[in-house]
């Protein structure tokens, strides 16, 4: 079952930016550089658990965070008929935990005196990377 979810609280953010740019003028006329970091910092991150990543991780670990999901019929099957009273495993948005990245983004250009060539690099170094699930969940990156 897909759909929406009334329990689902907003996702937040913390951001930080921060950079220098540097640009030549007499030295290395044509020169620019710059340097920026960022850092982003979300908690209550919305996502969603595949069917199988639920069922599994309550049968694994019993934990309600997941076992609240696996809903059974009157019988006890999970895949007989349709409507509200049959079973089903939920996938709707979910609060699946947080989420953490920072790093320096660096820019160089240098435009020769001829103007008709120029070079530009562009490289993004990521410093921290991670996700923080629900106990039990592995991350896939």
Same mark, same amino acid.
């Given at each position: ?12 953010? !913390? #951001? ?5 740019? +540097?640009?030549?003028?007499? $030295? ?10 960022? $850092? ?30 696996? $809903? $059974? ?11 509200? #009273? ?12 947080? +989420? ?12 020769? !005196? ?13 410093? #921290? +990377?991670?996700?923080?699930? +629900? ?7």
């Amino acid at each position: 079952m897909t759909g929406g979810n009334p329990n689902l609280k907003p996702q937040t953010a !913390d #951001t930080v930016t921060g950079g220098l740019v +540097f640009v030549s003028t007499a $030295r290395v006329p044509g020169l620019l550089v710059s340097v920026d970091y960022w $850092r982003i910092k979300v908690e209550h991150y919305i996502g969603s658990l595949a069917a199988v990543d639920s069922l599994n991780n309550c049968l694994n670990t019993g934990d309600p965070e997941y076992c609240d999901l696996v $809903r $059974r019929d009157a019988n006890g099957s999970l895949s007989v008929g349709n409507g509200p #009273t049959s079973g089903r495993v939920i996938a709707t948005g979910l609060n699946t935990g947080s +989420f953490e990245m920072s790093g320096v983004d660096i820019e160089g250009r240098y435009v020769l !005196d001829t103007s008709a060539l120029s070079l530009h690099m562009l490289a993004s170094i990521y410093d #921290t +990377f991670g996700r923080y699930l +629900f106990v039990g969940l592995t991350a896939k990156y």
